[in-house]
């Protein structure tokens, strides 16, 4: 470990870490080798290759041919409506993630704000006093004049 951070292990396992050949992959998703090239061919699930050009499946891979053979077989739906599901599913998750990030920045924003605010009122002068609209008060001047005895 360095001074500056944690570094991250790099034989640490994710769910977007490409372990499973295309053998193991169909069978940990139930569905033919050949119907995950035909997926692959098609843009539906497109896992990572190797040097030699080998697929290598992730978890999140794995999951993801699950839900569309769940939409393909139970739902009745067709690859090219599965496939723009999919386009769909992740573009809202883009747009979730954009919404949090300019969430975050009006906040961080408002709270400047509120800082710079706070410093404004902090500097003030005290021995002033606020006009209020709508106070009325009447001004006297006093002079003193010669006695009338």
């Not at 033919?32 to 050009?53: E, I, K, W």
């Not at 839900?67 to 747009?95: P, T, W, Y």
Request: charged share 25%; net charge positive; no cysteine.
């Amino acid at each position: 470990m360095g001074t500056g951070g944690r570094r991250r292990n790099p034989y640490q396992l994710t769910d977007d870490s490409p372990v499973y050949v295309i053998s193991v992959a169909a069978q940990l998703s139930g569905l033919h080798p050949q119907t995950l090239r035909q997926y692959d061919r098609l843009g539906l699930v497109s896992p990572d290759r190797t040097a030699g050009r080998g697929r290598r499946y992730s978890a999140r891979d794995i999951e993801l041919l699950r839900q569309v053979q769940q939409l393909s077989q139970d739902e009745g739906v067709n690859l090219a409506g599965i496939k723009r599901i999919i386009e769909l599913e992740a573009q809202v998750a883009a747009l979730q993630a954009r919404v949090a990030e300019l969430q975050d920045a009006v906040e961080g924003a408002a709270a400047t704000l509120r800082q710079r605010e706070a410093a404004v009122h902090a500097s003030y002068r005290r021995d002033l006093v606020p006009y209020q609209e709508g106070q009325t008060s009447a001004l006297v001047v006093w002079r003193p004049g010669r006695r009338k005895d």
